[in-house]
């Protein structure tokens, strides 16, 4: 239902772009976002769109860097991602939930997610 692609292996201060399609059923009122889980760490929260205000929340360590967008004709959520650092090396999963909010979306549970792209961010 949530299809995530985009990952790669790119050089420090390198960009890519992760893209998520969301198919099979209608996303309308779901909010939807990024997490990443890195080798022997928490999975972690990365960026989350609002749908209805188009408003964003950040983690902190992907602020000035990292850049959520959503297209609602393809019904697709990206994750625009640049100077990015080898401790951005994770795999990153997309999710979709009706929820709102920084707190709610770290703590979860969230409702639907999609299989994981890797990214790997050489020195």
């Known amino acids: 239902q949530l299809q995530a692609c985009g990952g790669g292996l790119v050089q420090a201060g390198g960009s890519l772009r992760l893209s998520c399609a969301a198919s099979g059923r209608t996303f309308g009122g779901y909010h939807m976002g990024w997490f990443r889980q890195a080798p022997g760490k928490a999975r972690e929260f990365v960026a989350a769109?609002?749908?209805?205000?188009?408003?964003?929340v950040y983690a902190d360590s992907v602020i000035g860097r990292f850049t959520i967008s959503r297209d609602n004709v393809k019904n697709t959520v990206y994750l625009q991602m640049n100077t990015l650092k080898p401790e951005d090396t994770a795999v990153y999963y997309c999710?979709?939930?009706?929820?709102?909010?920084?707190?709610?979306?770290?703590?979860?549970?969230?409702?639907?997610w999609g299989q994981g792209t890797q990214v790997t961010v050489s020195r």
């Open positions: 999710a979709a939930d009706k929820s709102w909010g920084r707190v709610s979306w770290v703590k979860g549970p969230l409702e639907v």
């Open positions: 769109l609002n749908v209805r205000s188009y408003g964003t």
